[in-house]
């Protein structure tokens, strides 16, 4: 299989605790997204790499969020001390243009 | 103002018929592009069709095909000859390509399709 890989599918977690998402990306695609997707409501833009930049950040990115992409290929995605607020799928999307292709996301649960 | 904006929370369709899906944008921007996705139960994102503002043509892609009014502002997906698998819901999206736009999909609130037998 060659598309989006996220890992892993499900994450339920303690509030407060930390939590790190992996996206592996379509191999020949530069461009990769980061999204958040709650209930009942479209996804919205969280971050974007081109290679191994970090080229925009959402306003939804607080400081408790950090996303990495070291060598322009996988990402992490990493929430800090998280919240019931935080509780989403996050997926994760490559791109060489126009269109993006998905995984499966990751759904997290902050209990 | 929302950027794009789909009026349909919910809509059934009989099998076999066909079904249009409404969406509407609002860009300033002279190029554009447009998507709709399929997300079924199991949350995946599955691209089925783009247009861009240039394309002099409406997209098309097997049962899928958007009808693309520029001046309207719309880019509505129709589905002909539904079928039982078609039911999920259904995002359209639009990517700006200012330079400030940052690449990124600015996606629409959903409709979903109810495929009955």
């Known amino acids: 299989d060659t598309g989006v890989s996220q890992d892993p599918r499900h994450k339920i977690t303690k509030r407060g605790q930390n939590v790190t998402f992996r996206c592996d990306p379509i191999s020949e695609h530069n461009r990769l997204y980061w999204y958040r997707q709650t209930l009942g409501q479209g996804p919205e833009f969280l971050t974007y790499?081109?290679?191994?930049?970090?080229?925009?950040k959402s306003r939804l990115l607080s400081d408790r969020f950090s996303a990495e992409r070291p060598k322009g290929s996988f990402s992490t995605l990493e929430i800090q001390r998280t919240e019931q607020g935080d509780s989403a799928m996050y997926l994760c999307?490559?791109?060489?243009?126009?269109?993006?292709?998905f995984g499966q996301g990751t759904r997290l649960t902050v209990v | 103002a929302q950027k794009i904006t789909q009026t349909q929370p919910g809509m059934f369709v009989q099998e076999k018929e066909a079904v249009t899906l409404d969406c509407t944008y609002d860009?300033?921007?002279?190029?554009?592009?447009l998507f709709w996705y399929k997300q079924p139960s199991s949350g995946e994102m599955i691209f089925l069709i783009y247009q861009g503002s240039y394309d002099q043509q409406n997209a098309t892609e097997g049962r899928y095909s958007l009808n693309f009014q520029k001046a309207r502002k719309s880019a509505n997906l129709v589905i002909s000859a539904s079928q039982l698998g078609d039911s999920a819901m259904y995002f359209c999206a639009m990517r700006e390509s200012r330079r400030n736009a940052g690449n990124m999909l600015t996606f629409g609130g959903g409709t979903r399709l109810m495929v009955k037998p």
């Open positions: 860009t300033s921007d002279p190029s554009y592009g």
């Open positions: 790499f081109q290679n191994e930049a970090q080229l925009e």
């Open positions: 999307a490559s791109s060489l243009l126009p269109e993006a292709f």
